[in-house]
């Protein structure tokens, strides 16, 4: 058994609560598969930066109308944006532009967060255990990708390439619906990730600021951590820091986790998941650039684990983008 060292984990994200106030214009809801979660985030974000005395203004905004960040008086665009456009990249290269300060990775970080085979791809060459993959495009007919298919044993998990918030993704244990999981991610998404299905325990952990966050072990009530289990109150999902992980197990995680980070070049924040294989290895699935703020989320969990509840949480990282 072991307790995450809280000493440390309070050190990360130093408190630089001042009674600088600043226009915040937080942007929530846009155009991707994630677009309710990313209301719910925003929603929460803006209520705990008023309650701050944070100036916030909310902005749904969309490729065809990105007016909200054309107000001079913004001090700081706090990105609630999961998914497509909000966590690719758009949003954060239409702020560089405006000269915005901005939370989150950066334009390069987030296409490459967002995209779990380029992330993976970082992962490996930073020497990370990650599952094996595929990926199949839509202009692959199927005498081409099922010889590569049939490399991997069953079972194997099919997810979009891009995307979050567990959408669309598929545990497939016979070839049958490996195949429609595929096919149905081809129609909608033109490419798909087959990744080598790896089973032990789901764990995550939040990195904030410069240092990682205490590990959280997610145990779901149903088969894996999907839609139902992140956000529906029956879902029965657990949240456990009492996981039992010895201390030098528990460092790992966290330490692959800051590797995870600086390797796809995230800054202020990301959480990064993990599955602990037979063998305890700590294999990373993706990394979030942008994770939620909603009361399901656990980068907030995380936080509260260590004495940051959500108000200063999110006044924090509107202090590291103003600082910037």
Aim: proline content about 5%; glycine content about 8%; overall charge negative.
């Amino acid at each position: 058994m072991t307790t995450e060292p809280a000493a440390e984990a309070r050190a990360a994200a130093p408190s630089r609560r001042t009674t600088d106030l600043f226009d915040v214009t937080v942007l929530l809801g846009g155009p991707s598969t994630e677009r309710e979660v990313s209301l719910m985030s925003g929603e929460a974000v803006a209520a705990a930066l008023a309650r701050g005395g944070h100036h916030v203004r909310k902005a749904d905004i969309s490729p065809s109308d990105v007016s909200a960040l054309d107000r001079e008086s913004i001090d700081v665009v706090f990105i609630a944006l999961h998914g497509e456009f909000g966590e690719s990249g758009e949003v954060q290269e239409l702020c560089e532009r405006r000269g915005l300060r901005y939370t989150g990775a950066g334009p390069r970080a987030s296409r490459i967060g967002l995209d779990k085979a380029a992330s993976k791809q970082l992962f490996k060459q930073a020497g990370l255990a990650t599952p094996d993959w595929m990926i199949v495009e839509e202009f692959h007919t199927p005498a081409t990708y099922r010889p590569w298919l049939d490399e991997f044993n069953l079972p194997v998990v099919v997810k979009p390439v891009t995307g979050g918030s567990s959408v669309d993704v598929t545990i497939a244990r016979a070839a049958a619906a490996r195949d429609e999981a595929l096919e149905a991610l081809l129609d909608r998404y033109g490419r798909a990730l087959v990744e080598k299905y790896v089973a032990g325990r789901e764990l995550t952990v939040g990195v904030l600021g410069d240092r990682p966050l205490p590990v959280l072990e997610v145990i779901p009530a149903g088969e894996f951590y999907d839609l139902h289990a992140k956000y529906d109150d029956d879902a029965g999902t657990r949240y456990v820091f009492d996981h039992g992980l010895d201390e030098a197990l528990a460092a790992r995680v966290r330490r692959d986790a800051m590797t995870a980070h600086e390797a796809v070049g995230c800054r202020d924040m990301s959480r990064v998941d993990f599955v602990l294989d037979d063998d305890a290895t700590p294999q990373v699935l993706e990394i979030n650039t942008i994770p939620g703020f909603t009361s399901h989320s656990l980068l907030p969990m995380a936080a509260a684990r260590v004495g940051i509840d959500f108000d200063e949480l999110a006044d924090r990282l509107v202090r590291m983008a103003a600082g910037r």
